[in-house]
């Protein structure tokens, strides 16, 4: 299937709480696309 729409969630690595957010809207089929966040406080989770 095509797709029509790139869903972005921005700030990969600002928090952990932000991480997990990300990683299950990734996992649920939300997500399509992140960015990092590479100076935030979780990179290193990330």
């Known amino acids: 299937m095509e797709r ?3 869903v972005n969630a921005d ?3 600002l928090s952990k ?3 997990y957010g990300i990683i ?3 996992r649920n089929g ?4 992140t960015t990092a ?4 406080q979780a ?3 990330a």
């Open 4 to 6: 029509l729409l790139i």
């Open 11 to 13: 700030d990969f690595g």
């Open 17 to 19: 709480g932000q991480n």
């Open 24 to 26: 299950e809207a990734c």
């Open 30 to 33: 939300i997500v399509t696309s």
């Open 37 to 40: 966040l590479v100076n935030g």
């Open 43 to 45: 990179i290193d989770h």
